[in-house]
């Protein structure tokens, strides 16, 4: 059974800078793929980052660029979201999600399993 557990969500100034990890369990290889996902209420799920596993090839959205950075640590089974100068529109809860297609999940965005999530609130 595949499971994903977010932490590191909370509040902070704008400005200021977060770090959400997810930890993956479930999977008997690398070849697979994590992604984030935000979702603000009253608003549309939104993609933010992923990453695949097997290679490192990262993906964001423009409107994080320069700003948030994905990585991972696959000895650990977690992947990272690295997020500075955090603006009040960031605030949402941030999940992660997981697919063994980088295409189905980033593009299609597909949601087969996923975390329950992490608050970050960011304060103007």
């Known amino acids: 059974e595949v499971q994903l557990v977010e932490s590191g969500g909370g509040l902070v100034q704008a400005g200021g800078s977060l770090r959400l990890s997810c930890v993956v369990s479930?999977?008997?290889?690398?070849?697979?793929?994590i992604g984030w996902f935000r979702q603000a209420p009253g608003k549309e799920r939104e993609r933010v980052a992923c990453?695949?596993?097997?290679?490192?090839?990262?993906y964001r959205e423009d409107s994080v660029a320069g700003r948030f950075t994905m990585s991972r640590d696959n000895a650990q089974n977690t992947v990272y979201l690295e997020m500075h100068n955090l603006k009040p529109e960031d605030t949402a809860l941030y999940y992660c999600?997981?697919?063994?297609?980088?295409?189905?999940?980033?593009?299609?965005?597909?949601?087969?399993?996923r975390g329950p999530g992490t608050q970050v609130t960011v304060s103007s």
């Open positions: 479930g999977f008997s290889s690398d070849d697979y793929t």
């Open positions: 990453i695949s596993m097997s290679d490192g090839m990262t």
């Open positions: 999600a997981a697919d063994l297609q980088l295409f189905r999940l980033w593009v299609l965005q597909i949601i087969t399993y």
